[in-house]
C-alpha cells in the first residue's frame, strides 16, 4: 500500500520524522507532499522544504518527497496513493483534521488514517522551531541536525540579514 503523508513542512521537524518513519513501517511507500495553504506565508520556498525533507530521509528508502502547489486530492491521484496518512498530536488536532479528510474524500474519494504522534513530540509544533530560531534559542531537540542551519539561516534571512 502507498501512503501519502501531506504537510507544509515549514521546517520539517523531529515530530513529522518520527511519522514517517514509523509509517515507512507500516506501508509499502510514504510520500511525503511538500503543499501550502493557500493564506499561509511561509519561511521556506516549496523548494527549499523538499530539499531539506529529502535530506533528512535519506536513510529511510521507502520514502520519497514531492511538492506541488495545488490540491492534496489531485497529487494524492497522480501519485497512485491509496491512503492519506495525517499524524494526530492531540484532540486539539482532531476537529480540523476530520474537515480536512471529510473534503479530500469528497472531492478525491481518498480516505485518510491516522497515526498518534510519539508523546514526546506531541507540544512540538513548526511556529515553535521558527520562533525559537530567530531568537538564536537552541533547535536541536526539535528538528534533525541536518537542518538546523538552514533554519537558523532562513531566520536571519526573513529579517534581512
Ligand atoms: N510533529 C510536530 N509537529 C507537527 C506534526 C508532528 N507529527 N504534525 C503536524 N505538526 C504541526 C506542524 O509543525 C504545523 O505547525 P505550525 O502550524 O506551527 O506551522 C501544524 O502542525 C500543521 O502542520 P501540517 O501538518 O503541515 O498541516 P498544515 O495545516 O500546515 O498543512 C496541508 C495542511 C498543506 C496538508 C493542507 O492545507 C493541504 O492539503 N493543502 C493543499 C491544498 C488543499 O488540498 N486544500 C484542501 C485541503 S482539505
Same mark, same amino acid.
Given at each position: 500500500?502507498? *501512503?501519502?503523508?501531506?504537510?507544509?513542512?515549514?521546517?520539517?521537524?523531529?515530530?513529522?520524522?518520527?511519522?514517517?518513519?514509523?509509517? *515507512?513501517?507500516?506501508?509499502?511507500?510514504?510520500?511525503?507532499?511538500?503543499?501550502?495553504?493557500?493564506?499561509?506565508?511561509?519561511?521556506?520556498?516549496?523548494?527549499?522544504?523538499?530539499?531539506?525533507?529529502?535530506?533528512?530521509?535519506?536513510?529511510?528508502?521507502?520514502?520519497?518527497?514531492?511538492?506541488?502547489?495545488?490540491?492534496?486530492?489531485?497529487?494524492?491521484?497522480?501519485?497512485?496513493?491509496?491512503?492519506?496518512?495525517?499524524?494526530?498530536?492531540?484532540?486539539?488536532?482532531?476537529?480540523?483534521?476530520?474537515?480536512?479528510?471529510? *473534503?479530500?474524500?469528497?472531492?478525491?474519494?481518498?480516505?485518510?488514517?491516522?497515526?498518534?504522534?510519539?508523546?514526546?513530540?506531541?507540544?512540538?509544533?513548526?511556529?515553535?522551531?521558527?520562533?525559537?530560531?530567530?531568537?538564536?534559542?537552541?533547535?536541536?531537540?526539535?528538528?534533525?541536525?541536518?537542518?538546523?542551519?538552514?533554519?537558523?539561516? *532562513?531566520?536571519?534571512?526573513?529579517?534581512?540579514?
Amino acid at each position: 500500500m502507498r *501512503a501519502i503523508y501531506p504537510g507544509s513542512f515549514s521546517p520539517p521537524t523531529l515530530g513529522h520524522l518520527d511519522i514517517i518513519r514509523r509509517a *515507512a513501517k507500516l506501508f509499502g511507500e510514504v510520500v511525503v507532499a511538500v503543499l501550502s495553504q493557500s493564506e499561509k506565508r511561509y519561511l521556506f520556498s516549496l523548494e527549499e522544504r523538499k530539499d531539506m525533507l529529502r535530506r533528512i530521509l535519506i536513510g529511510v528508502p521507502n520514502a520519497r518527497v514531492v511538492s506541488d502547489t495545488g490540491l492534496l486530492a489531485d497529487v494524492a491521484k497522480r501519485e497512485g496513493a491509496d491512503v492519506i496518512l495525517r499524524g494526530i498530536r492531540d484532540a486539539s488536532d482532531l476537529p480540523l483534521e476530520m474537515q480536512m479528510a471529510a *473534503a479530500n474524500r469528497q472531492i478525491g474519494g481518498v480516505d485518510t488514517v491516522f497515526l498518534v504522534c510519539s508523546p514526546e513530540y506531541s507540544l512540538l509544533s513548526s511556529s515553535i522551531v521558527r520562533d525559537c530560531a530567530r531568537h538564536r534559542a537552541p533547535i536541536a531537540g526539535m528538528v534533525p541536525p541536518e537542518i538546523v542551519n538552514d533554519i537558523y539561516a *532562513a531566520c536571519l534571512r526573513d529579517v534581512g540579514l
